[in-house]
């Protein structure tokens, strides 16, 4: 008797339908949405709002924890208190920054806002002055020249005198050429006049001890002019931008040291190194160009 056949079974397996992706883009217009109100929130805020209020709003996404340390100041009072550590004070003319402080242009006057910025600007020159004095005092190879570097705040800015000495003169007799010690002080001065944006003027002068007769032609007003520029050189020399320097002038015996010294004296024979403030500078621009 034959076999019986197993009978084959074939199971299909039904798979279900994907789902519909009708509802995928509905989320990424939302987010979008989202994001569109969100934007044109923050423009109409920005044009809304002064610039006090402003400055607020960058200072608390800055650093949020300062400012609510700060508790109920209003954002005039933070912003107007804000200290910077980098390069946020009053942009001067020719696009470089001043370091330190804003100046709160909310509810001043521009008279209020110059005298602010004049305060600051000064702060720096004497912060300067100190740093000045500071490595003159403690750099060795410095410290014995310090008696010939006077500093001092006038007008103009920080006024930096390089003097001569009976015993160590800065330059060669009746000449331009530099001395060693006085190639040390300005080389070692430099980088730190560079440290602000500042502009720099620099006056030689002379005592009043006529220049030898057997150079026609050239007298102290050549002298003082060729060791301005000759102590220019050694400041570029040193690490100071040469685009800083506004002015070499030479000025002879005209203006001595002081109305009590004698016109002969050493100390008149001096290089003035004035790391001038923005008023001076712009005095000189405007009265050299004519406007």
């Known amino acids: 008797m034959a076999q019986q056949q197993q009978p084959i079974v074939i199971k299909k397996i039904k798979k279900g339908g994907h789902a519909h992706h009708g509802g ?9 949405v989202t994001a569109m109100m969100a934007f044109f929130l923050l423009m109409w805020l920005l ?13 608390f996404f800055t650093d949020p924890y300062k400012i609510s340390m700060e508790g ?15 390069e946020d004070r009053v942009s001067s003319d020719d696009g470089q920054v001043l370091k330190g402080e804003t100046v709160d242009e909310g509810k001043s006057s521009p008279e209020e806002i110059e005298k602010q910025a004049e305060e600051i600007e000064k702060a720096k020159l004497e912060s300067l002055k100190e740093d000045i004095q500071q490595k003159l005092n403690e750099s060795p190879e410095l410290n014995e020249f310090k008696e ?5 705040i006038t007008s103009e800015g920080l006024r930096i005198l390089i003097v001569d000495d009976k015993s160590r003169p800065m330059y060669k007799l009746a000449s331009a050429q530099t001395e060693p010690h006085i190639r ?28 030898p007769l ?17 102590a220019r050189y050694e400041l570029i020399e040193g690490g100071l931008a040469e685009n800083k320097i506004l002015r070499v002038i030479g000025l002879a015996s005209s203006i001595p040291y ?24 712009e005095q000189i621009l405007e009265s050299s160009s004519g406007n």
């Open 24 to 32: 995928a883009w509905k989320l990424a217009y939302a987010d979008f």
């Open 47 to 59: 044009g809304s709002t002064d610039e006090s209020a402003r400055k607020g709003i960058a200072a």
């Open 72 to 86: 109920g100041k209003s954002v005039a009072e933070r912003t107007s208190m804000i200290e910077g550590g980098g």
């Open 148 to 152: 010939q570097v006077k500093l001092e």
């Open 184 to 211: 040390i002080i300005l080389r070692a001065l430099a980088p730190t006049i560079n440290e602000l944006p500042n502009r720099v003027s620099l006056n030689g002068h002379t005592d009043a001890l006529p220049f």
């Open 214 to 230: 057997n150079q026609k032609g050239y007298t102290n007003w050549e002298l003082s002019s060729d060791r301005a520029n000759a």
């Open 258 to 281: 002081n109305k009590e010294t004698d016109p002969l004296n050493p100390i008149n024979r001096r290089i003035s190194i004035i790391v001038m403030n923005k008023k001076t500078e």
